[in-house]
């Protein structure tokens, strides 16, 4: 049973479009929720994390929306490139405990 | 942050046969796991590597198939044992750190034949 469900399985977006993943989840335990890229041929790697007592958290061209009350949370691109083009993972975890991956999304930025 | 290396970065092996991939960590961490991830798929936790007592495996992975050392807080492996074509996978070390950041090694590409 998948605890955190990442949506969509993969997208495709021109240059300077505006990629948008989303992930829920039903434990309400979970108060630590981090984004990872990955790129062909290398581990995952951590992009931006954001804790419950906020909605939003901007990093760069990447900003996670938070919405506590209905238990979901997404990932935005600002100004995609197509250095953007990987997989994209969602996770969440509660205190100290093991972290929950979503199931991934595919990311194709086109020139 | 934590820097990692795995070794080795890649390998195929013959069924039958035993790999041990190698994790290193630049700083000392109090947790540290192995993972598995099949192309294309999401990330599987096989077992949190304990420092001085045995590893804690997640359901569906055995001790016996996938052993695990952890002598010190900066190192660990992890033997793939008697290996059979469906434990072709990806094999990635993580840690996590003291306020709560878990960082992904680069990831030991296993084939077996």
């Known amino acids: 049973q998948q605890q955190v469900k990442q949506s969509p399985q993969s997208l495709i977006v021109q240059k300077g479009g505006i990629p948008i993943i989303n992930c829920a989840y039903e434990?309400?335990?979970?108060?630590?929720f981090p984004w990872y890229q990955q790129f062909p041929g290398k581990g995952p790697a951590l992009l931006i994390a954001i804790r419950p007592d906020v909605s939003e958290k901007k990093e760069g061209r990447f900003t996670i929306s938070f919405n506590k009350s209905a238990k979901q949370f997404s990932l935005h691109i600002m100004d995609s490139q197509p250095g953007d083009s990987a997989t994209y993972f969602c996770a969440a975890t509660d205190s100290w405990g093991k972290l929950q991956f979503g199931a991934g999304t595919q990311v194709v930025v086109t020139p | 942050s934590a820097v990692i290396s795995q070794k080795p970065s890649r390998d195929i092996c013959q069924r039958g046969t035993s790999l041990t991939i190698q994790c290193q960590v630049d700083?000392?961490?109090?947790?540290m796991f192995w993972y598995r991830q099949q192309p294309g798929q999401s990330l599987t936790l096989i077992a949190t590597a304990n420092q001085g007592s045995e590893a804690t495996y997640e359901s569906g992975f055995v001790i016996d198939k996938f052993p695990i050392s952890r002598p010190n807080l900066t190192f660990s492996t992890l033997t793939v044992s008697n290996m059979s074509p469906e434990d072709s996978s990806i094999y990635l070390c993580?840690?996590?750190?003291?306020?709560?950041?878990?960082?992904f090694g680069p990831g030991t590409r296993l084939t077996v034949t």
């Open positions: 700083s000392q961490v109090t947790m």
């Open positions: 993580s840690v996590r750190t003291d306020v709560r950041e878990q960082y």
């Open positions: 434990n309400t335990a979970f108060d630590y």
